[in-house]
């Protein structure tokens, strides 16, 4: 449905559009790696898509905007205890949310005789408040917006109108334990952080609690991870892709199925992220070994990488092309790839992460800095668009997060894991699951990450023990928290 205009005077409070509008992720974070694990893991292997609607508040911030929009949730009622059974809250995030999907919660929820929902985060998927994506109409996307729908939808779900409504329950609440991966694992940690009356608890799953300018220390576990051998083939191939470049830039951007990339930077990005993900979601081989077959073998590196994004990254991931298009993301219609451009604008305007080349010893193109993201920004989002790192950081607290009852997660091969909270604090423990293929959420999803694994079946770990154990120490929070939690009626 389209939005009328708001009633005058639109008071505007949201915290992180201080100056304008905001965010994103195709995950690279560039906001383009991280997306693609939510792209990815909407397979048909859900446990239920069959999508409810909440009414959701357009502006929990203005005493004058009474807006509101649909937004699409799930539910899954099948290992639910109606007497006494807590209800798990899983958070979606950067894409669209198109069910709940088998992994370990799954068995968490078995084991605790629990209800599973999840809400699809506002702007993607189906629950996008306008019918255009323009910067103007992007300024109720944020963080901050999204806790607090959150936290209505729980009210609402909880209260006579649904839950209490189907158990013929006139009184009392159930206990809320709260889940999320990546940028909702963020999530997950704030809402406990801001909401702790409304959750016993909180799994904070590869959370990127910590905004980050230059986020130079992601390409630096990259190399850490490729290991010696593959940390030179890559960069080796990186440096062959970028003499072949000026020379000749149609025929290396023709090699690599990526035509449509006329910015250096772009093109370069792309490459970047295609090395990224085997790493972040769990399957190394897959580059590292024909790469350094190639480099023993006197082989064509730039030929070897090209294959390989072209079978795994654009073949077996499924990545598009088009997510790294300056051109798609200024693409303002509401469609399947709004993503995309939604995740850039939350990237943009809260976070950054930019995942920029270090000085020395760099994984990535020299041409993927600074001032290619802030020149992005500008590009696809106007004058003004201005990642306001600190403020978020200020506002939640970064990696020293002051929140309670907040299990956090991280694998040793993820990048993602330096915007995380590595030590473990008061109430708040954290736990490093180690292994060779150990990426983004391995805790949740197993090994690989992607594609993911029924139940978030850890076998295929390089060492399934180190899933277990932390998997353990989960359980246990959860069962001392949630009892707790009942002890006072929260």
């Not at 994004?309 to 092309?321: I, M, N, P, Q, R």
Request: some cysteine.
């Amino acid at each position: 449905m389209k939005l009328p205009p708001p009633p005058p005077p639109p008071l505007l409070l949201s915290f992180f559009l201080v100056t304008t509008t905001l965010f994103t992720t195709s995950l690279a974070f560039t906001p383009r790696t991280f997306l693609q694990l939510q792209s990815s893991s909407a397979s048909t292997n859900y446990l239920t898509d069959k999508p409810l609607w909440f009414r959701q508040t357009l502006d929990h911030f203005s005493p004058y905007d009474h807006r509101k929009f649909d937004q699409r949730y799930y539910e899954l009622l099948d290992y639910f205890r109606p007497s006494d059974g807590p209800i798990f809250l899983k958070i979606c995030g950067e894409s669209a949310c198109n069910g709940i999907s088998n992994d370990y919660l799954t068995v968490l929820a078995k084991k605790f005789g629990a209800a599973v929902v999840s809400l699809e985060h506002r702007y993607y998927g189906k629950s996008s408040p306008f019918k255009s994506h323009s910067t103007e109409n992007l300024k109720y996307l944020s963080s901050k917006q999204a806790l607090f729908d959150l936290a209505a939808f729980r009210q609402y779900y909880q209260a006579s109108e649904s839950l209490n409504l189907k158990l013929n329950k006139t009184k009392g609440e159930n206990s809320w334990f709260v889940f999320g991966v990546s940028y909702p694992g963020a999530l997950s940690a704030w809402f406990r952080l801001k909401f702790p009356h409304l959750t016993c608890g909180s799994l904070a799953s590869s959370a990127v609690v910590e905004a980050v300018f230059n986020y130079t220390e992601f390409d630096q576990q990259i190399g850490e991870s490729a290991g010696p051998e593959c940390k030179a083939a890559l960069q080796e191939t990186n440096r062959l892709v970028e003499q072949r470049l000026a020379a000749n830039g149609k025929a290396v951007r023709g090699l690599f199925g990526a035509s449509q990339l006329d910015i250096d930077g772009d093109f370069m990005y792309f490459l970047a992220d295609a090395a990224v993900i085997a790493f972040q979601y769990g399957n190394p081989d897959r580059l590292c070994s024909p790469l350094v077959q190639a480099k023993n073998s006197g082989e064509d590196l730039v030929e070897a990488y090209a294959k390989y994004v072209k079978e795994y990254y654009l073949g077996t991931f499924g990545v598009d092309v088009e997510t790294y298009n300056q051109k798609h993301l200024k693409n303002t219609a509401v469609d399947d790839g709004s993503s995309d451009r939604l995740w850039w604008f939350q990237v943009c305007t809260e976070v950054a992460y930019f995942q920029v080349a270090p000085a020395n010893d760099s994984m990535r193109s020299s041409n993927v800095d600074t001032k290619y993201h802030l020149d992005l920004c500008k590009n696809v989002f106007g004058e003004g668009i201005y990642p306001e790192v600190d403020a978020t950081n200020l506002y939640y607290g970064g990696k020293k997060i002051k929140g309670s009852k907040i299990v956090f997660t991280n694998g040793s091969q993820d990048p993602w894991r330096h915007a995380s909270k590595q030590t473990s604090s008061p109430d708040m423990p954290s736990y490093i699951v180690s292994c060779h293929n150990c990426g983004h959420g391995t805790d949740l999803r197993g090994c690989p990450q992607v594609p993911l694994s029924p139940g978030g079946n850890a076998q295929n770990c390089s060492n399934p023990d180190a899933v277990q154990k932390v998997r353990q120490q989960i359980v246990e929070h959860i069962d001392l928290w949630l009892s707790e939690c009942q002890d006072t009626d929260v």
